[in-house]
């Protein structure tokens, strides 16, 4: 499988999502400049990495839309193609209107970089197929902007497709406010848009894909292993 990874001026996890999928997966792996408007025909699933795309200036992925790889993101989506974008990735996903609703600061106001556990709503999309339903996993998040916002008839939305994929939890499971690192409506953590092959999160998966890291949690390995269980649509 051949996995793109978007940089912009700004982006800090590039270089760890390239990591878990050329290194860790053994997959090809490229990056792929912000300014280029080649197709992404060839690639089969493209990954739009954390950071800080242009400095967060006006709000997370606000410019980062405008690049010229964004329109060439949309017109790969468009055709059925994986992407996921992972924390400043789902912030330029929301703002590139190729996913539903926006983000608010955190509802504490402060950037937050810890754990946190996680539900698994949804398993039958291409990006959680190696998960059970209602699995509970640990990833770490890195946000200030990780308040995901949608109105009533956005997440009713959401709620019939299917299209809610992660919720914060507490370690047993349960969906309550204490277990939400940000303020975010019905604990929502990651979402796809209707036809499951574009994906939004705001944990950080590549940063927990081996046990040497961080607290020992490899769950985020799980994500891309289904993607490349999924395989990718080829276009
Ligand atoms: N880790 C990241 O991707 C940073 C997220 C983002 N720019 C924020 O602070 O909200």
Partial sequence: MKFG??????????????????????????FIWHEDDRSLAGYDCIIIPGGFSYGDYLRAGAIARFAPVMERVKEFARKGGLVIGICNGFQILLEAGLLPGA???????????????????????PFTGKFNKGDIINLPVAHKEGNYYIDDRGLEELKENNQIILRYATPGGEVIDEANPNGSIGNIAGITNKNHNVFGLMPHPERASETILGNGSDDGLKIFQSILKAGGVKL
Avoid at 6 to 29: K, W
Avoid at 103 to 125: D, G, I, P, Q, S
Wanted: charged share 20%; hydrophobic share 30%.
């Fill in 103 to 125: 983000m608010h600061h955190n509802a504490h106001l402060n950037f937050n970089c810890r754990y946190v556990y996680l539900r698994v709503e949804n398993n039958k999309t």
């Fill in 5 to 30: 990874v978007i940089v912009f001026p700004g982006s800090n996890c590039d270089r760890d999502c390239y990591h878990v999928t050329a290194r860790v997966l053994g997959e090809p792996t490229e």
